[in-house]
């Protein structure tokens, strides 16, 4: 093992949804793989033994991609368990002797915010930070003040490169490809500006509620969960300067210059919905305004960007799980054919299709053989190579990266700031939700919102042409 791999991983929040669904089955695959051979220790106030910790394990894995004997055998042997509250100094001092001399470790906070900077504090004052690493989860503070509040107590303990603030989607291969595409080609460039780009939309939609995270979802809501994080980071790829040199801080520069240059929100760029039946969820207030749906038109105001409307979409209990960005190109300047602009006012445009099947599709009209000029609408499909191996996953990737000490999908603290400053405005004042059908595409009012550059495309899995 490279001397400067972390030789420990701690995760807080042990017994927590996050590690069930995810941390284990990363931690089991990284096993399988070869990639993680340093002890584990899980942290969690819970009045748990470490072998109520292997047995959640094991249920986790079976509920969650299944159990690798061999792998999960080495997992069990590697497991610690630590219990004890965060506010509880004697907590970390436990965790101290758990961690057993080990010299750099990585130490997770798979827990809610608002404990982030307690246990910072307590990592610290217990000497299990030094030359140690931190994972910190989205949603990385709730406005723009308390992110900043947090960035502090942080870097008051572990220098930046220490920091590793995750959003899982920057671990998702359709994802690192925008970065890709858009960098190792040279045909794209002379279009992707406001030139020929009229608009850029993005849907990122599930088909199922909040499930049992009422009392998260109550504190967060949709803007927060996915849109100022999940849905920034993409339109940050897209959107972002070719990096001047290679390496990922002028990646981590150029994204968080479009944040800079995104325009603060304001109430009118806002559509807020709430599925129907959301305030009878468990802990769920009666009268709740939480949004679990929300759309927004977003503005960059940069050289390349000016004018070019973004709009976001993004909801729980929709019609289809689905994600998809469509950049929508102008229409050629005259129309020479009756049907130079199809019904849906989409000719040409390139749609980066996330899930579920990954691809890139660039449309075109195309002559239909006979004498008239009139033509059908294509689209032309980049689909990656996909090798027999499985693909790691994102917590897989990401965990590992940050283990090694690779920041290069993680975000930054100005990065952060930056994004949150766009939307602290309408988190508070904002226009009440509007309630929409549990199965459909959200609140008509979101379609008044895009109206002035066409319509929503409702991506149906299998359906080619958008
Ligand atoms: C999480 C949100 O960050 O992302 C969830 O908290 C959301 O509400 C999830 O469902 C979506 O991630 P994915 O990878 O399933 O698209």
Redesign the pocket.
Known sequence: MNALHSDAFVFFGATGDLAYKKIFPALQAMIRRGDLDIPIIGVARAGWTLDKLREHARDSLEHNGGVDADAFAKLSAQLRYVDGDYQDAATFDRLKQALNGAVRPVHYLAIHPSMFATVVQGLAKAGCAKDARVIVE?PFGRDLTSARELNCVVRSVFPEDSIFRID??LG?EEIMNILYFRFANSFLEPIWNRNYVASVQMT?S?DFGIKD?GAFYETTGCLR??IQ??LFQIVALLAMEPPSHRGYAAVHSQKTEVFQAMRPLKPDDLVRGQYVGYRREPDVAKNSDVETFCALRLFIDSWRWEGVPWYLRSG?FMREKV?EVLVQLKPPPSRLFADSVPATGRANYLRFWL?PNPAIALAARVKREGKEFVGDQRELYLVGERPGQEAEA?YERLLGDAMAGNGALFTREDAVEAAWAVVDPVLKTHHPVHLYKPYSWGPKEADALIAADGCWHNPVPGQVVA
């Open positions: 989205k899982h989607y998702k990122l599930e995270r969960d996915v994080n999940h729980k994600a899930y994102p």
